[in-house]
């Protein structure tokens, strides 16, 4: 048991989706900038085993860490404020932990023992999160119990939590609960009972909260704290207003003029100092306060919901930090780009990103978004599915392979340019089998690629199952088509370029789960570089 680390338990009510994420990683990016050392968790009360089955419509993005792990996408909000690398110890589900205690039943652990709820499965989730606390040397953990207090699933991990309170001290421990103002009727009345409602659920699990994070559309009244300090026994001070915003990376430095990371400071006995705040606030500041704006297009599958590509998102917006602009995101279904004219999708965009994604729906109007911007030579950048897609068209619109395809897609295909990996064509299981995690990828020297990175060996994520298909790699060569990345021991394609182009990229890594705020990935700083210099022109 890791006793040196303090420990931060943030909860939530009224509804999910409420910012439990960002609180998390804010206040690790508060405790960052004072020098202490923090590591997040997030603990998901569903039965999956992992994200990695899900679907993007119902839980957004799968976060992929360097180890390989399918993670809820706040992982992702963490390695971005926090700065860390996280792993596969970094994120657990309800069908982990009780997958564990079974195995361990069956192996004969519990020595006979009926095995219960408590303490059995408690002491799982405990073990977990100390474990997690000692492996890292973390001064502070935050652990983030998902779904919504008075939900069927949450109790295990609220009475684990419970529990280590009184093992570790409540010097060592501090509960924060995140909550929803409600603004009611005509007028928009501010409703504080949801809140109160909230919290007296989670005090009847045992856990009376030491902060209130209120998520409102307008600031808070005096009145209201006072009102929420009392029924809610929370000292006023500990009442902190979390108005919507636009720009979520401002977050921490609304949380610190409230005085937030003090109040922690003080709960849990850490060492005064003073925070480093300066290259954040240059950072937002850039964000408020651009010198010009660029168009974007996004060309997906799961446009329905932006969180299906939240990682994208947030890796154009560090890209417009490195260049000082706004970066405008149009959305674009690629459903309908099928049917439609693609002039009138794109022209009010200086450049276009077809993401990744599975199965066939939608995926002829990738091709054509990919033709258009290869053909009028608007900047590209194709990630995942986006890389393969673009190997598709441009067998069938430069190499004249009419009915060149994804055997994913057409299995019978004369022309299959993109294949199954070798060490996928047995595979049966669907959830944490395919190409996971960080592998390294060598650059062609004189290529864009290595001018953007700057070194010859890098070390991406991956999540896929199909690959460019080697037999062609000569057809492609001849005819202008770069493999400017490809395995150490050549034997994958990594990343295609096309020299007679202002920028044309793809990869079949996803650069933008190591993007940050403050280390915009450098193919999102060169792709937006290149769309704003395709603006100047236009």
Not at 49 to 67: F, I, L, R, S
Not at 210 to 228: F, G, M, N, Q
Not at 241 to 261: H, S, V
Request: proline share 5%; with cysteine.
């Amino acid at each position: 048991m890791a006793r040196r680390t303090k420990y931060i338990f943030v909860t939530g009510g009224v509804v999910s989706s409420i910012g439990k994420g960002i609180t998390t990683a804010s206040i690790g990016r508060m405790l960052v900038s004072r020098g202490f050392k923090v590591t997040p968790l997030k603990i998901d009360p569903y039965i999956n085993k992992d994200a990695g089955t899900m679907n993007p419509y119902q839980h957004g993005e799968v976060y992929v860490t360097d180890d390989g792990a399918e993670t809820d996408l706040d992982l992702g909000h963490y390695e971005r404020f926090i700065g860390v690398n996280l792993t596969s110890a970094s994120n657990f589900t309800t069908g982990s932990v009780y997958g564990a205690v079974i195995a361990k039943e069956r192996r004969g652990e519990y020595l006979g023992n009926t095995v219960q709820l408590i303490p059995h499965i408690t002491d799982e989730i405990k073990s977990r999160i100390y474990k997690l606390a000692e492996d890292s040397g973390a001064h502070v953990m935050i652990v983030e119990i998902g779904g919504t207090i008075g939900d069927y699933e949450t109790p295990p991990f609220t009475e684990a939590i419970r529990q280590m309170r009184l093992e570790v001290g409540r010097e060592n421990t501090l509960f924060v609960h995140v909550s929803l103002i409600a603004y009611v009727g005509p007028w928009g009345e501010t409703k504080t009972k949801p809140t109160q409602h909230s919290v007296k659920a989670l005090m009847e699990l045992g856990i009376q909260p030491d902060i209130l994070i209120c998520r409102s559309k307008s600031a808070l009244t005096e009145e209201h704290k006072r009102k929420l300090s009392l029924f809610c026994s929370v000292p006023k001070e500990a009442v902190i207003e979390a108005r919507d915003t636009k720009n979520i990376y401002e977050i921490p430095l609304t949380f610190e003029k409230q005085g937030l990371a003090d109040l922690i400071i003080d709960r849990l006995a850490l060492p005064d100092c003073s925070p480093d705040t300066k290259e954040w606030e240059e950072m937002v500041s850039k964000l408020k306060k651009p010198n010009g704006e660029v168009s974007i297009a996004i060309v997906g599958k799961y446009t329905q919901n932006g969180d299906a590509y939240l990682s994208i998102t947030e890796a154009l917006k560090h890209g417009g930090i490195a260049n000082n602009v706004e970066v405008n995101i149009k959305w674009i279904e690629s459903d309908h780009l099928e049917e439609g004219d693609e002039f009138k999708y794109f022209n009010d965009v200086h450049g276009i990103v077809v993401p990744g994604g599975f199965g066939y729906r939608g995926i002829e109007g990738k091709i054509k978004a990919i033709r258009f911007a290869r053909e009028n030579k608007v900047p590209f950048l194709g990630l995942c599915l986006g890389m393969q897609c673009a190997v598709i068209e441009f067998a069938r619109n430069v190499l004249g392979f009419e009915r060149a395809n994804s055997i994913e897609f057409d299995p019978d295909t004369p022309y299959p340019v993109i294949t199954i990996m070798e060490e996928q064509k047995k595979v049966e299981d669907m959830g944490g089998t395919m190409r996971l995690g960080a592998y390294p990828c060598k650059l062609e020297k004189d290529s864009v690629a290595f001018k953007e990175y700057g070194t010859e060996i890098i070390s991406e994520r991956h999540r896929h199952r199909f690959e460019f298909n080697n037999e062609y790699r000569e057809q492609f060569i001849s005819h202008g088509l770069r493999l400017s990345g490809l395995s150490p021991d050549d034997q994958l394609v990594e990343m295609i370029e096309i020299d007679d182009h202002p920028w044309f990229v793809a990869t079949q890594f996803h650069p933008e789960f190591k993007s940050k705020p403050l280390q915009p990935h450098p193919l999102f700083s060169g792709f937006v570089s290149a769309v704003l210099k395709h603006t100047q022109a236009k």
